[in-house]
């Protein structure tokens, strides 16, 4: 699909040459931002690296990207390296001192104060349209607010969940009102709890390449809107945790569970990999900061917009 995508891209660029050579003023629209927001739970990126996973690679090389995102603060390490406070930091920009959730019982949440990064979009966007696909319960029931359109998968097998999460952001992606999707799967932490989480391991490196084809068919999704040519996509990619063995709990002294990784593909990114560090907090920033949505003070957010060509 890349290479369909960078000639439309370069077909738009030479329309708009050829109208400035022939007109003495001209004004060029700007394409409407949007965003692709991917969550991979319990991906190791030395994993992802080892498995089959052209969209994934593809992102990448039209992107700049970080093999070693932290998923906690050195501030503060009570919580515990799991998907609650995770996906917590994730979507909400900041970290578990300010959100509260230190494992995935979600007895504390500070969310009214924290919320999640669609209630800032609505703050100061309110028009923009958002969508929340789920495979993880959890973070719906608890974390997503302001969401335009809102689904949770729980089918029994995570492989099916995150199917059908997929052909619902197929479907949803056919809509051009929509402006910011978030998108998770989960199978690839199942298979990591099942029967490890190591790139050696066939059947973690599986579930990771199956993501990857879904992702794919999003992608593509994309591409086939109408307005298409009109939109200047960014796709963020990250995920909560690594892992090591088969758990990745009481993983702040471990990097294979405490390093995650982030990706920040499209026209409006920078190329290459990232020389300073990040921190998954930078992922919802970094959307926000490509919507045209500059942070409150009020907002107190740990994370900042990395990545992007300005």
């Given amino acids: 699909m890349y290479p369909k995508w960078k000639l439309i891209v370069q077909s738009k660029w030479f329309v708009c040459l050829a ?10 629209a700007a394409d409407t931002p949007k965003v692709l927001f991917l969550g991979i739970d319990g991906c190791r990126f030395d994993a992802l690296r080892k498995a089959n996973t052209p969209n994934l690679d593809r992102l ?8 070693n995102t932290r998923i906690f603060h050195p501030r503060y390490t009570t919580a515990d390296t799991i998907s609650g406070p995770g996906w917590s930091s994730i979507l909400t920009g900041v970290w578990a001192d300010k959100h509260g959730v230190l494992d995935n019982q979600f007895k504390v949440s500070h ?12 703050e100061q966007s309110p028009e923009l349209k958002t969508a929340s696909l789920i495979c993880w319960a959890p973070i719906d029931q608890y974390i997503v607010a302001n969401a335009d359109k809102r689904f949770s ?5 995570y492989g099916k969940r995150d199917d059908a999460a997929t052909d619902e952001a197929v479907k949803q992606l056919a809509d051009e009102s929509l402006d910011v999707m978030f998108l998770y799967l989960g199978a690839t932490d199942e298979a990591g709890h099942a029967s490890g989480f190591h790139p050696a391991n066939p059947q973690y490196v599986e579930t990771i390449q199956a993501a990857d084809a879904r992702i794919g068919r999003v992608l593509t999704a994309i591409q ?5 040519e009109n939109e200047d996509w960014l796709v963020v990619v990250t995920s909560d945790h690594g892992g090591k063995g088969t758990s990745h709990s009481n993983g702040h002294e471990v990097p294979e569970i405490y390093n995650s990784f982030l990706i920040v593909s499209g026209d409006a990114a920078q190329r290459g990999k990232f020389d300073s560090d990040t921190y998954i907090v930078d992922a ?3 959307a926000l900061k490509h919507l045209g949505i500059d942070a409150s003070e009020d907002w107190q957010l740990d994370g900042k917009p990395v990545g992007l060509k300005k």
């Fill in 111 to 122: 969310y009214d104060k924290f919320p999640h990064f669609f209630a800032r979009v609505k």
């Fill in 284 to 286: 919802p920033a970094t």
């Fill in 153 to 157: 998968f729980t089918e029994k097998d």
């Fill in 224 to 228: 086939a809107r109408s307005s298409f």
């Fill in 60 to 67: 990448i090389e039209q992107g700049i990207y970080a093999d």
């Fill in 19 to 28: 109208f400035v050579l022939m007109s003495p003023v001209v004004v060029v």
